[in-house]
T-cell receptor, first 116, second 110 residues
């Protein structure tokens, strides 16, 4: 596609339920990132996928969070047993190559998650 | 933050004035990027500057990089109300992350 596509754009869920957030990166981009942003805050790194390499999961805040990337393209971020503190905008981004290669990162519009 | 800061955290100026925001970083970098974010949604790429560059221009935007001071600045000249947004600098850090600080919230008053 022309840009990074995320769905749903908004999700309201009850505490304790599981949610799945989807990201469709720009075609041909090998790097895919998930970030989380709470209201008025900076971006918090969650996970990074690069080609067929093992993902960098160092930013995932707890074992309730997981992500996968199928076929090197679409990625799904899953949050199990959601808590109110999980409420945030979840931003997906992709780039042609690794961060230190100087490639522009392209962001999706984000998925706004509200846990009630 | 261990990765650096942006300042100021908030900036309010009149339309037509220039806006300057700064970004510091801690580790060596080979590139630094500036982004704009409207209304808490997706970030839009503005400028990438490489470590061997000192200044870069794009329209009304000017970015400088001082590797000796580990700092960068973004200057928006002749600001417009539509420039109201949050501005972030992204620096590659160890591993596979880009570190984004808390950004500078710019308000341009018509």
């Amino acid at each position: 596609g022309a840009g990074v596509s995320q769905s749903p754009s908004n999700k309201v869920t009850e505490k304790g339920k599981d949610v799945e957030l989807r990201c469709d990166p720009i075609s041909g981009h090998t790097a895919l990132y998930w970030y989380r942003q709470s209201l008025g805050q900076g971006l918090e790194f969650l996970i990074y996928f690069q080609g067929n390499s093992a993902p960098d999961k160092s930013g995932l805040p707890s074992d309730r969070f997981s992500a996968e990337r199928t076929g090197g393209s679409v990625s799904t971020l899953t949050i199990q047993r959601t808590q109110q503190e999980d409420s945030a905008v979840y931003l997906c981004a992709s780039s042609l190559d690794r961060p230190r290669s100087g490639n522009t990162i392209y962001f999706g519009e984000g998925s706004w998650l509200t846990v009630v | 933050s261990q990765q650096g800061e942006e300042d100021p955290q908030a900036l309010s100026i009149q339309e037509g004035e220039n806006a300057t925001m700064n970004c510091s970083y801690k580790t060596s970098i080979n590139n630094l990027q500036w982004y704009r974010q409207n209304s808490g949604r997706g970030l839009v790429h503005l400028i990438l500057i490489r470590s061997n560059e000192r200044e870069k221009h794009s329209g009304r935007l000017r970015v400088t990089l001082d590797t000796s001071k580990k700092s960068s600045s973004l200057l928006i000249t002749a600001s417009r109300a539509a420039d109201t947004a949050s501005y972030f600098c992204a620096r590659p850090v160890t591993g596979n992350q880009f570190y984004f600080g808390t950004g500078t919230s710019l308000t341009v008053i018509p």
